[in-house]
């Protein structure tokens, strides 16, 4: 719309030139963001106080990084624009047709990626862009000379991703281009996230070590078969839970990783033990990469190993053991938000309420549920032992347990940092189990019991959570310097305990600290500037070129707040939804894919549908409100009920009921987008400028509120985030009543 000389190129030249220039710079963008490491940490430590030179460079490379992403998107946008100028009576259909084409790639996303590798995926995506443009650019021989060959190196980067040059890690991960650990023994992707082994730091008799997305995550022990080559274990953090054990229990391992969890449970007498992980290739690691060095576990009689989400597995699972026990037990994606995700769609429903509550309710009335994972700064800011701690108290105080601190046992052991054991049970301990309890943390170097029933115990956060009166421990929470209130499956951000008033405050230099409390938050504080930053300049600022046309054309401002509403709507819906589908769905890769495709699709079947029915748009409108309103309604309040249910279904069943819950939805919102755009005054000569201008204020919109609903989510939850979302989408229909009939 702003470049006149582009709207006047026929389809036949203009449609083929964009997808070849999207699947062009698809290869190049990736090869330039693979070798453009971008340290986030140290671009946010640069601005407190502020370090100009530190904070242009890493800024630098990240506007480098979503240059490279803009730009095959804005080939395919020009493509897509060419296609809707051209008919616009045809809108609805045109726009069906290209949320179809996107929820069948959703769809293919989670296999091909599995068998291509996200490299290969990305080349993969370069050549159908290229390919889509071959029909109509048959005429052109030129194009066609040029596409060829652009779709032969695509073609190749699809078939060998291996030879594509892998992402440069953040250099704060362990596999940092600047002093990683060594060769890498074995890599795979997976749609879950990248495992690496590398070797450990101690030679070939060290542990070899088990890196997720670039970090370290767990280690494969060497075990020769040998019960005595275990002996170590009797004084290893991993003997704590067993101290307290009935002889023989049966163990469930949620995060069985590396495998050390099992063999422990083996030397200590376990009658069987199952081990679940997300992950099949770190599975695959146990069971034929590295069965040689683990001892071949997955051979052993005693041993189950199972590849699972581990709340979908413990719904489904058969028996009652007699220990749950959590290691550590998600990629910790959402804190290593700091240089990834900033709390985006990565959150673990591990370590909620309602995952307490499930827990226990599996357990015999002496079973024990054990949670273990590291702190990095356990003085001085014990945040993720006290968060759980306070969650597991708030379950309990569900099942009409008021005396939590006679039900958990807290000990701390130092290591390479600070490892917290958590033993919860629905019995309280007597007081044999305690002294045994003690006698076994005494028996680990660098152990300390930090609660115990009737131990001398140290005055600190940890005793505070479990000890304090319910009137005083919310006074102290007031007072706390972090936010380390119980989670729930309605906001499951364990890992933000710091408030966003409190994240723009000054923070360390880089390179006092390495870690943070509050970095994600101010990242993702930083990514909503930058965003909002982005889409202004490349949404917004171009329409200054068509001020001449702004003063004349009419109602603009209804259809703005219309088309930004239905924007800002759709996110927040669609964000809120694939993360309440995580939780159903187990995997967050499978949550996004399956609730994108569903969203695309039955959105495109709205469009598709509604386009037939033009006739009938003015009357529809305030019908599809009401209709609207009652489904967000029972999303908010209904749907969580109905997927409990369902939890343990098998994963293709699970898949069909997202996908049939979320089809009414979709078909609904597809409405609104070719009503608005029919609702546009024709009679008005600027009437192509007001569709441009109605669909550069519904892409603004989108693009800020994907980052905006994972902020509010975080401060209010996500069925708040859905009824605001709700609120949205009514205002933005009262504005688009407010514009006459053609």
Not at 152 to 159: D, N, S
Request: aromatic share 10%; proline share 8%; charged share 15%.
């Amino acid at each position: 719309m702003v470049f006149p000389r582009l709207r006047r190129l026929p389809p036949c030249k203009m449609i083929p030139a964009s997808g070849l220039v999207a699947g062009a710079s698809t290869a190049l963008g990736y090869l330039a963001i693979a070798a453009t490491p971008v340290h986030a940490l140290k671009m946010m430590y640069g601005l407190f106080p502020l370090a100009a030179a530190t904070v242009a460079w890493e800024g630098g490379k990240l506007g480098l990084i979503c240059g490279c992403l803009f730009v095959p998107f804005l080939g395919a946008g020009l493509a897509v624009a060419t296609i809707l100028l051209r008919d616009v009576d045809r809108v609805g259909q045109l726009y069906g047709a290209d949320l179809l084409g996107g929820g069948v790639g959703c769809a293919l996303a989670v296999p091909l990626i599995a068998l291509l590798s996200p490299p290969g995926c990305v080349m993969l995506a370069g050549l159908v862009f290229v390919l889509a443009g071959l029909r109509p650019a048959a005429r052109s021989r030129p194009l066609v000379a040029l596409a060829l060959p652009v779709a032969g190196v695509l073609l190749l980067g699809a078939i060998f991703p291996d030879r594509l040059p892998d992402p440069v890690p953040d250099p704060v991960k362990t596999m940092n281009p600047l002093g990683g650990p060594g060769p890498v023994l074995f890599s795979r992707w997976s749609p879950v996230f990248r495992v690496d082994v590398v070797p450990g730091f101690g030679g070939e008799e060290s542990p070899r070590l088990i890196l997720h997305d670039g970090l370290i995550a767990s280690a494969l022990h060497p075990f020769d078969g040998d019960p005595r080559s275990l002996a170590p274990l009797d004084t290893d953090v991993r003997s704590l839970p067993f101290g307290v054990l009935p002889p023989e229990p049966r163990v469930l391992i949620i995060g069985a990783a590396g495998g050390q969890e099992i063999l422990a449970s083996l030397h200590f007498g376990a009658s069987h033990v199952t081990g679940v992980e997300l992950n099949p290739v770190t599975l695959s690691l146990l069971t034929t990469h590295f069965a040689d060095l683990t001892g071949h576990l997955a051979e052993n009689p005693r041993v189950t190993l199972v590849n699972g989400e581990g709340r979908s597995f413990l719904r489904r699972a058969p028996g009652r053991p007699d220990l749950i026990w959590f290691v550590a037990p998600d990629s910790y994606a959402a804190m290593n938000a700091a240089t990834s995700g900033a709390f985006v769609l990565s959150e673990s429903y591990l370590y909620t309420v309602e995952m307490v509550l499930e827990s226990v309710a599996r357990l015999p009335p002496d079973g024990l549920l054990c949670v273990q994972f590291g702190e990095i700064d356990f003085e001085r800011k014990p945040n993720r032992t006290a968060r759980y701690l306070a969650t597991a108290r708030e379950a309990f105080r569900r099942l009409g347990i008021t005396d939590f601190d006679r039900h958990v046992l807290v000990s701390t052991t130092r290591g390479f940092w600070v490892t917290a054991t958590i033993l919860l049970r629905r019995s309280p301990w007597t007081p044999a189990e305690v002294s045994r309890f003690e006698e076994r943390v005494a028996a680990v170097p660098g152990s300390v019991v930090r609660h115990a029933p009737g131990h001398a115990n140290l005055d600190g956060p940890i005793e505070r959570v479990v000890s304090l009166a319910p009137e005083a421990l919310e006074g102290w929470y007031a007072e706390y310097p972090f936010d380390v209130r119980p989670v729930t499956d309605d906001a499951p951000f364990f890992w933000h305990f710091v408030p966003f008033r409190q994240a723009a405050a000054p923070i360390a230099r880089y390179g006092e600290r390495w870690f943070e409390e509050g970095t994600g938050e101010r990242l993702l504080l930083g990514l909503l500037v930058i965003v909002t930053a982005f889409a202004t300049l490349v949404l917004l600022a171009p329409l200054v070129a068509l001020r001449g046309a702004w003063r004349a054309m009419p109602h603009k401002l209804p259809a703005g707040v219309f088309f930004g509403a239905i924007g800002t709507g759709f996110m927040f819906l669609e964000v809120s939804l694939i993360q309440r589908f995580t939780l159903f769905l187990g995997f967050p890769t499978y949550s996004l894919t399956v609730t994108l495709c569903a969203l695309l699709v039955s959105t495109g079947i709205g469009s598709l549908w509604w386009q037939r029915r033009a006739s009938e748009f003015s009357a529809a409108i305030r019908p599809l409100s009401v209709v609207l309103a009652a489904l967000v309604t029972f999303y908010a309040f209904g749907l969580s009920p109905i997927l409990g249910r369902a939890a343990g279904w098998p994963l293709p069943a699970r898949v069909a009921l997202a996908a049939g819950c979320l089809f009414p939805l979709g078909v609904c919102l597809g409405a609104f987008m070719p009503i608005g755009l029919r609702k546009l005054p024709r009679t008005t000569p600027h009437h192509e400028e007001l569709v441009a201008w109605s669909w550069a204020v519904n892409c603004f919109f989108s693009v800020v509120s994907s980052v905006l609903a994972t902020i509010l989510a975080m401060v209010m939850g996500f069925t708040a985030v859905m009824l605001t979302a709700l609120a949205i989408y009514l205002i933005g229909i009262a504005s688009l009543l407010q514009i006459p009939e053609a």
